[in-house]
T-cell receptor, first 111, second 115 residues
Framework: DAKTTQPNSMESNEEEPVHLPCNHS???????IHWYRQLPSQGPEYVIH???SNVNNRMASLAIAEDRKSSTLILHRATLRDAAVYYC????????????FGTGTRLTIIP | NAGVTQTPKFRVLKTGQSMTLLCAQD?????MYWYRQDPGMGLRLIHY???????AKGEVPDGYNVSRLKKQNFLLGLESAAPSQTSVYFC??????????????FGPGTRLTVL
């Protein structure tokens, strides 16, 4: 499985944008970049995913580097409810049976 | 749709007791998973199943058994509970886990304490 590297923790002020980085230098051509988040005392939930182009949805935006070796999850206006652990995971388009969750980035929002 | 549900939500066991955790999904997913999460740690895969009647070992399978007799249910058993199995257990399910289309859906978790 291709590995990802994320900072252990980040802080951001409420109502400001947050950029969560992820490095995946060994990504293969069939790997999609997925982001999940885990709110306190809950199971992880899907946030967004992409292959090459930048992606937007109601929760966040995903910016993918041109060489695909890194990506950034963007929360445009962080709220206290966005405080969570964010996981960046690579999922191939073929032959997956399981995922490997790393330790993720713990995001703290400062009121 | 209820999504992924887990029973029970909380349980306290004494060392050596046995119990079964039930996971149910109503999304017709093929794949189901059991993870454990210790305080301040990431998720670790215990066992998983890629279809009815199949099971496979994950990263930390020792001390646990699983069964997938029906497509919608995935059971996790502890035959002789140990304090080291105190953790929060999450169940998840997905279709065939294709990167372009599939995601894992998680249950709310079961908090297990072994005394």
């Amino acid at each position: 499985d291709a590995k990802t590297t994320q900072p252990n923790s980040m802080e951001s002020n409420e109502e400001e944008p947050v950029h969560l980085p992820c490095n995946h230098s060994t990504i293969s051509g069939t790997d999609y970049i997925h982001w999940y988040r885990q709110l306190p005392s809950q199971g992880p939930e899907y946030v967004i995913h992409g292959l090459t182009s930048n992606v937007n949805n109601r929760m966040a935006s995903l910016a993918i580097a041109e060489d695909r070796k890194s990506s950034t999850l963007i929360l445009h206006r962080a709220t206290l409810r966005d405080a969570a652990v964010y996981y960046c995971i690579l999922i191939s388009n073929f032959g997956n049976e399981k995922l490997t969750f790393g330790t993720g980035t713990r995001l703290t929002i400062i009121p | 749709n209820a999504g992924v549900t887990q029973t029970p939500k909380f349980r306290v066991l004494k060392t050596g007791q046995s119990m079964t955790l039930l996971c149910a999904q109503d999304m017709n997913h093929e794949y189901m998973y059991w993870y454990r999460q210790d305080p301040g740690m990431g998720l670790r895969l215990i066992h998983y199943s890629v279809g009815e009647g199949t099971t496979a070992k994950g990263e930390v399978p020792d001390g646990y058994n699983v069964s997938r007799l029906k497509k919608q249910n995935f059971l996790l058993g502890l035959e002789s509970a140990a304090p080291s199995q105190t953790s929060v257990y999450f169940c998840a399910s997905s279709y065939v886990l294709r990167g372009s289309t599939d995601t894992q859906y998680f249950g709310p978790g079961t908090r297990l304490t072994v005394l």
